[in-house]
């Protein structure tokens, strides 16, 4: 009988007890019926949702999961994760699918070490009640080797290398994995000066760190692989910040001085390098120069010496007289005194002439004094 | 009847499932069930993950216990080291239940597992920190720093006593905060502005030394440079000279002739434009001023 039939039948040979009452009761009967109906409907699709939900699912790419049958891990050995796309599994309660995002690298923030941290979870003191003292209630902070303060804030990049382990071996990740972060920063801070820490060393410094945590993480089996340990923070306390600047400062200005020097340095050598270049040029033209005049000067005199041997007079006459020529037909002012056997003249010269000199503002222009003799003047006598 | 069908069939299927859930229980991976009788619990839990059967309650209970790492962060505060320094440190540690069915008898729940466990850390926390001076804690010479000793000592001790008596495995430990109690810190802070000051001073008298050393030393070696290259300039000056005398040989022939051509070439050098020249007629060849005649007439 289909159900149409059956709510004929319900409408149909039903008894009237009351005839006004009859077609609410009625209207009221079909009410619930439909929503009984209805509400079978809607378990069963309830039922068929979570079925398929369980039987079926998705891993996205950046996903992995693990399927748990009876709370064992499903598959053999390379079958054991399931990949990105769809897969099949039994509902629950028989198969359980965890999911482990494997590819993504997750970040783990520690601010353990800053001020003010616990104050911001509890009740923080106003500005002006701000103190000259750290409490450990309050602030955290980082010890150095040489026992010195430091604020940081440090980050831990990790991937899920061994989902497996990962999920089987630590209940919480996250807080383990900040305890092991908080761990190798004490360690390491404590075996560091502030100076490397805080500005001439800080990769080793955070070098050291991620070290560390690998190691340890890798010792204790945990799935990840430390991708990076960053420094996202270093600071002193904001107590003595002013004197940590002052290093700054006077680091600042000792690299100031040795560059100042250093270019210094850098001038002096090359000039020094070109002084000594051109003192070495001038020494090789002086050798240059003299070798060739001496070897002219050979050269020429053995040439005359040839014309010298057959006839010495001529051969001297001619070179004087030609050099005479030579000589006197460029200069300018030229006497020749005729001079006899008994003849005594005396010649008057005036020596520093300065013939082009041209004359002082306010001097006097006027016309040349008498040459007087002095001890400027020199007497020739030609006898 | 037919009617009543369905709702019995409903009523079948809860009492089954309820069923079914009173007598099947799974072990995960990495979990553990201890399955008590009566309140008495068996001889060993169940760790082998799969499907178990126990009878319903109230004859069988299923005790279910992670055995996972969980992460216990002990509580920060003072402890006093060797050397009578005052300090406040925090130990976490990572724990695993390891014997389930002691773990059920002793503590029960993860939350009294870590009240127990902290204790634990306190006591050891304050005894092997007191065993040891400041400077094992914290030092710059890694050789006398002995901060993976310490946290293995507390480790050592804390683990058998974990076991035997709660039954968990501590499966590591670590220091995760040190620091100073709040009054030291002012003092800290007066010593690290004094630090400071010394560092200061030393980066500015650094500098002014480097500088002067690099100023000395470059003037040193352009010094020596220039000596340098003095001394060889020297040489060539000597090498010239001694190529030049070898020429002088030649002029040996007739040392009057050579004399003579360099008066001649002196004289072309000296006597430029400017030069006033005086010559008496008896230089040749003004003598033929004079009227001489270099030649008397043949014939008369």
């Not at chain 1, 106003?126 to 804030?153: C, E, F, Q, V």
């Not at chain 1, 000199?357 to 003047?377: A, I, L, Y």
């Not at chain 2, 059967?53 to 969980?70: E, M, N, S």
Request: glycine letters at 4%; charged letters at 30%.
């Amino acid at each position: 009988m289909t159900q149409p039939e059956q709510q004929q039948q319900h409408a149909g040979p039903a008894p009237r007890p009351n005839a006004g009452q009859e077609p609410a009761s009625r209207a009221l009967v079909r009410a619930f019926d439909l929503g009984f109906r209805l509400l079978r409907w809607l378990v069963l699709a309830l039922v068929l949702a979570f079925l398929a939900r369980s039987a079926i699912f998705v891993v996205p790419q950046h996903e992995i999961a693990l399927v748990l049958r009876f709370g064992r891990v499903t598959g053999s050995a390379d079958q054991r994760i399931r990949k990105p796309g769809l897969h099949f599994a039994c509902p629950y309660p028989v198969d359980r699918v965890i999911r482990v995002a494997a590819e993504r690298v997750h970040t783990i923030e520690s601010d353990t070490f800053m001020a003010g941290t616990r104050a911001a979870k509890t009740a923080a003191p106003p500005p002006w009640r701000r103190s000259a003292m750290l409490s450990p209630d309050r602030d955290g902070y980082m010890m150095t080797g040489d026992a010195n303060i430091l604020h940081g804030k440090w980050a831990l990049r990790y991937r899920i290398a061994e989902p497996e382990r990962f999920v089987f071996n630590m209940a919480q990740a996250d807080r383990l994995l900040r305890g092991e972060l908080d761990h190798a920063i004490v360690a390491v801070s404590a075996q560091s000066h502030v100076d490397q820490a805080l500005r001439t060393d800080v990769e080793a410094y955070r070098g050291r760190v991620q070290d560390l945590i690998r190691q340890r993480c890798r010792n204790l089996q945990l799935g990840v692989q430390i991708e990076r340990v960053d420094v996202l923070l270093l600071a002193p306390p904001r107590q003595v910040k002013d004197a940590f600047e002052q290093v700054m400062k006077a680091e600042n200005q000792r690299s100031e001085e040795i560059s100042a020097a250093r270019t210094y340095a850098a001038r002096v050598e090359n000039e020094a390098r070109g002084k000594a270049a051109r003192i070495r040029a001038e020494a090789d033209v002086y050798k240059q120069r003299l070798v060739s005049s001496i070897s002219a000067d050979a050269a020429y005199f053995n040439k005359v010496y040839e014309k010298f041997a057959a006839q010495p007079l001529i051969t001297t006459q001619t070179l004087l007289q030609d050099t005479l020529r030579r000589v006197l037909a460029r200069v300018e002012d030229k006497y020749i005194l005729r001079t006899t056997p008994d003849s005594r003249q005396e010649l008057r010269i005036l020596l520093n002439r300065e013939k082009d000199r041209r004359p002082e503002p306010g001097e006097n222009t006027g016309p040349m004094p008498e040459p007087k003799r002095s001890s400027d003047e020199a007497l020739f006598e030609f006898p | 009847m037919k009617r009543k069908l369905p709702i019995l069939l409903l009523a079948l299927l809860i009492a089954a499932v309820f069923l079914v859930q009173q007598i099947f229980f799974i072990v995960h991976t990495a979990s553990a069930v201890v399955v008590t009788t009566f309140g008495k619990p068996a001889d060993a839990a169940i760790t082998e993950p799969g499907l178990y059967l126990k009878w319903p309650r109230p004859v069988q209970k299923a005790y279910r216990f992670d055995t996972r790492i969980q992460c216990l962060e002990g509580s920060y505060e003072q402890t006093l080291t060797k050397d009578g320094k005052t300090i406040v440190a925090t130990a976490y540690l990572g724990w695993r239940v390891d014997e389930p069915v002691k773990f059920l008898e002793r503590v029960g729940t993860v939350a009294e597992a870590e009240r127990s466990l902290e204790g634990l850390v306190r006591n050891y926390k304050n005894g092997v920190i007191g065993s040891h001076p400041l400077s094992h804690l914290i030092n710059v010479d890694t050789k006398a720093l002995r901060f993976a000793q310490i946290e293995s000592e507390m480790l050592a001790a804390i683990q058998p006593e974990a076991r035997a008596r709660y039954g968990v495995e501590v499966v590591m430990l670590g220091i995760r905060k040190i620091g100073l109690p709040e009054t030291i810190t002012e003092a800290v802070f007066q010593r690290m502005r004094e630090e400071r000051r010394t560092v200061s001073e030393r980066y500015r008298s650094e500098g002014a030394k480097e500088a002067a050393l690099i100023r000395a030393d470059a003037d040193k070696r352009a010094r020596t440079l220039l000596a340098d290259a003095e001394a060889s300039a020297k040489r060539i000056r000597a090498d010239g000279d001694a190529a030049a005398a070898e020429y002088y040989a030649t002029f040996e022939k007739n040392p009057e002739l050579a004399m003579f051509l360099r008066k001649l070439e002196v004289l072309e050098q000296t006597l430029k434009k400017k030069a006033t020249v005086v010559l008496g007629t008896d230089t040749e060849p003004y003598d033929l001023l004079r009227g001489a005649a270099p030649f008397a007439p043949e014939k008369k």
